[in-house]
């Protein structure tokens, strides 16, 4: 790979083999041996595409195009913040859909834990079967729901059931606004499993000694979770929160398959409406710079969420 | 069970506890049996809320689609019972090549996990147990890359794959050709090299002695015989952790075929379940559809639910 001046050159075989020759030489071989087929797939589909997707998203490229891009500067951001309502609406949703995802999945997902995490007849059925809508596919339950959100599908003969006739439910995914609603609730019922288990893993890194020493201070289960569980919980929620929070933001499946952003716009996220310009349309430079605006919210998001919940000792 | 460590206040507080506890006993125990009472009951909602939809789903599979809509309105949704039969399976198989969409989602799930593995495990050996230069530069990259989601990625890919090289075959002479579209390659080499996999192994291999490799290494052994010989054999768990980790993701993609995959013989079954459903409202075969790839993923789930369950453990409890 290094070009060496002829002088040298005489000398740099045995060079190159002794250095071959020691441990340290060796070790050094085959460290890069062994790296070298990840290393290689991870320059060529990620390290490339996020150099690419930011060097996107200043062109006005194009999915198939006789031209080649063109340097169009900050254009595309500008467009999407002052120019595009369907972006920022996009953007709002997917908000929307975060700040109400993100606690209520966490605080559901923790009470799951604390009720399962004892030693009781049955629990672990219990804990296997509030996983099971984690393995189930998101496109599975994304189309399984849209059947149960029918005018006539079962959760509106469930309502009529429950309330004796006197409301009898809506049309759901068509209503502007219930549609993001009804995402949302099976959005939460098919991820909470799987925090559950997260959750579970921190209860059980909180020493038993303490619980004892609490309960000989007289403290109740209410106390016993303020002054022992949930400080011991907080590496836990750090975790719990940045992933919530990260594929709240990233919501394209449940879209895609249930509303196609619709109806009126009502649930176009930001995912959704990149993949829509970026493939359906062709338009990669912008498509590339909404991602970028996405990633860049992601990071944000994440970092402030890291620093606010960090212990402050 | 009595710590010597603590206190002569507190013990003497928790004698005073035990004491009365005695006197209380059978209100306390009283108490604890409604306590659990509640707990069951509480638990026995959730299982409902987290079981109906698929139930629902496994039984209106069997039914005529009539029936479906003329049971919705009573428990009987929840039953097999009236005009029960798989007439539904085998209208999804005689309308869609689902035999085919199959093949397809094993075969790309069964090479992206079997070769990340491989490629991911070595990876973390000659990131935790070889020392050469610039291995802590790497795996600060790799690290640093864990916080990029694939989304914000997978348009610039979809561009970026169209312009890859690749060897084809036509009429019996291989040809050199550009553009990965509509390929099998494509919806499997992305993904077998995986940061978090390569996180995860680093960690677990740096926990195993040292000693082991000195000693190996006495006996002559090189770098690639102690991984395979000797570090492999020990990380059982952190394998089944990676292979349950991406074989969700791998057997549930959906966005990235959706865009790189058109042909019809190439594609998964969630693309060809989406391609499926808009065509077709015969509700019956959808449920049908969507049972016959949800069971195999069940029933493997199922198996090895503790794996599952320390692998998703496992995943978070680094913080």
């Known amino acids: 790979m290094t070009v060496t001046p002829p002088t040298v050159a005489a000398e740099t075989p045995q060079r190159a083999t002794r250095r071959f020759r020691t441990t340290k030489g060796r070790e050094t071989w085959a460290g890069l041996a062994m790296m070298a087929p990840a290393g290689i797939l991870l320059v060529l589909f990620l390290i490339i595409p996020v150099i690419l997707a930011f060097t996107l998203s200043f062109t006005n490229a194009r999915l198939i195009s006789p031209n080649p891009p063109r340097f169009v500067g900050f254009d595309n951001f500008v467009r999407a913040f002052t120019n ?29 834990a604390v009720l399962v995490n004892r030693r009781m007849r049955g629990v672990t059925a219990f804990r296997v079967i509030f996983f099971i809508p984690v393995v189930t596919s998101i496109v599975v339950v994304s189309i399984l729901w849209r059947f149960l959100y029918q005018p006539n599908g079962l959760i509106n003969s469930m309502i009529d059931t429950i309330t004796f006739g006197a409301w009898s439910g809506m049309d759901w995914l068509n209503n502007p606004q219930t549609a993001l609603g009804a995402i949302i609730v099976l959005s939460i019922w098919q991820a909470v499993g799987f925090h559950m288990i997260i959750w579970l893993a921190g209860l059980q890194t909180i020493p038993e000694e303490l619980y004892e020493a609490a309960k000989m201070d007289g403290a109740g289960p209410w106390r016993q979770f303020v002054s022992v569980t949930w400080p011991g919980l907080r590496p836990t929620m750090v975790f719990v929160l940045v992933t919530i929070t990260i594929s709240a933001l990233a919501l394209f499946v449940q879209i895609d398959v249930m509303t196609q952003g619709g109806p009126t716009g009502s649930t176009s996220t930001i995912v959704f409406y990149a993949v829509r310009k970026g493939y359906e349309q062709q338009e990669i430079g912008y498509a590339a710079a909404i991602s970028l605006i996405f990633f860049v919210a992601v990071l944000i998001i994440a970092l402030v969420q890291r620093r606010l919940t960090r212990d402050k000792d | 069970m009595t710590d010597t460590r603590s206190r002569p206040d507190t013990r003497a507080k928790g004698r005073a506890a035990a004491s009365a506890r005695i006197a209380t006993d059978a209100s306390e125990k009283r108490r604890r049996r409604t306590g659990k009472i509640f707990l069951y009951a509480a638990m026995s909602v959730f299982a409902v809320i987290f079981l109906f939809p698929l139930i629902f789903m496994f039984v209106s599979s069997l039914k005529p689609d009539a029936q479906i809509l003329q049971d919705i309105d009573s428990p009987m949704a929840f039953l097999p019972v009236g005009d029960i039969s798989l007439d539904n399976y085998f209208g999804v198989f005689d309308r869609v090549p689902v035999a085919q969409f199959l093949f397809n989602s094993v075969l790309v799930t069964v ?185 195999p993923v069940l029933i493997v789930f199922l198996v090895f639910q503790r794996a599952f369950v320390s692998s998703i453990a496992a995943s978070g409890v680094k913080g």
């Open chain 1, 84 to 112: 595009d309502p369907v972006f920022l609406q996009s953007a709002w949703n997917t908000f929307l859909f975060a700040l109400v995802v993100v606690p209520v999945q966490a605080g559901l997902g923790l009470l799951l």
């Open chain 2, 111 to 295: 090479l992206t996990v079997g070769l990340g593995l491989i490629v991911n495990s070595m990876a973390g050996f000659a990131l935790s147990r070889l020392a050469w230069r610039g291995r802590f530069v790497v795996l600060a990259i790799i690290i640093a890359t864990l916080i990029v989601p694939f989304e914000t990625i997978a348009v610039p890919m979809v561009y970026w794959v169209a312009q890859l090289p690749t060897l084809v075959i036509e009429g019996g002479v291989l040809k050199y050709d550009f553009g990965w579209l509509n390929t099998y390659e494509v919806q499997i080499v992305p993904f077998i090299a995986n940061a978090f996999s390569i996180f995860l192994f680093t960690q677990y291999f740096s926990t195993i002695p040292k000693s082991l490799d000195e000693a190996a290494r006495i006996d002559g052994a090189g770098w690639f015989t102690i991984y395979r010989r000797i570090i492999v054999p020990l990380s059982g768990p952190a394998f089944a952790t990676v292979a349950i980790l991406t074989f969700l993701p791998a057997w549930n993609q959906y966005l990235w075929p959706l865009m790189v995959v058109q042909r019809e013989e190439l594609r998964p079954v969630m693309v060809g379940m989406q391609y499926f459903f808009q065509l077709n409202t015969a509700w019956g075969e959808v449920m049908a559809y969507t049972s016959l790839i949800t069971l």
